[in-house]
């Protein structure tokens, strides 16, 4: 695709509930992030994929949060019992892999957790 | 482990006034070091990058930024800014390895406002 993309854009969820974000990064790129932006807060890291597979999950904050990824291009970020400290923006980023590339941010998902 | 930090918040200039955004990283070795624009409603775009070679580096919009090892800084700067540059702008350092993965950590950003 041209770039990538993430949906939904807006997401809001009672307290308790799952949700589901979903990435597609660009194609061919093979590495894939996961951060989250708070309301005047930087960009925090949450997982990494390298093809399918998660070399780095040291970001996620808690084990209500999981992430896959399939066929090496898209991803699925799950938060289980959502919690109001949840809410943010997810933001999903790609890159080629190779060595320090540039990453490629998606618009992200704002979500709302009520 | 690699840190930012952008001590600015906010920053409001005059429209055709230079700008500098100021960053100081941690590391232990060279760093790869990113500024990205973060417009209203937008997603990041990298503005320029750093990984070795000149420490000076042009990136896209007239923006330049010089990589300081002894300072540990890289500072963003444009000699005139134009409205359009209101944004949060968010420096980054990443940590690459063997594997290509690399572990970009970013700062907590600082928001430009522009007056006329």
């Known amino acids: 695709g041209a770039g990538v993309s993430q949906s939904p854009s807006n997401k809001v969820t009672e307290k308790g509930k799952d949700v589901e974000l979903r990435c597609d990064p660009i194609s061919g790129h093979t590495a894939l992030y996961w951060y989250r932006q708070s309301l005047g807060q930087g960009l925090e890291f949450l997982i990494y994929?390298?093809?399918?597979?998660?070399?780095?999950k040291s970001g996620l904050p808690s084990d209500r949060f999981s992430a896959e990824r399939t066929g090496g291009s898209v991803s699925t970020l799950t938060i289980q019992r959502t919690q109001q400290e949840d809410s943010a923006v997810y933001l999903c980023?790609?890159?080629?892999?190779?060595?320090?590339?540039?990453?490629?941010f998606g618009p992200g998902t704002r979500l709302t957790v009520l | 482990a690699q840190s930012v930090t952008q001590p600015d918040i906010h920053i409001t200039v005059s429209e055709g006034a230079s700008l500098e955004l100021r960053c100081n990283y941690s590391?232990?070795?060279?760093?790869?070091l990113f500024w990205y624009v973060q417009s209203p409603g937008q997603g990041l775009q990298l503005l320029l990058k750093y990984f070795s070679g000149d420490t000076l580096v042009q990136g896209i919009k007239g923006f330049e930024a010089e990589f300081k090892r002894s300072q540990s800084s890289f500072n963003l700067r444009k000699p005139s800014v134009h409205w359009s540059d209101a944004a949060e702008y968010f420096c980054?350092?990443?940590?690459?390895?063997?594997?290509?993965?690399?572990?970009?950590?970013f700062g907590t950003g600082t928001k430009l406002q522009v007056i006329p």
């Open positions: 590391y232990g070795a060279t760093p790869y």
């Open positions: 994929f390298q093809g399918n597979s998660a070399p780095d």
């Open positions: 980054a350092v990443g940590a690459g390895n063997s594997g290509g993965y690399q572990k970009v950590t």
């Open positions: 980023a790609s890159s080629s892999g190779q060595g320090a590339s540039e990453q490629f």
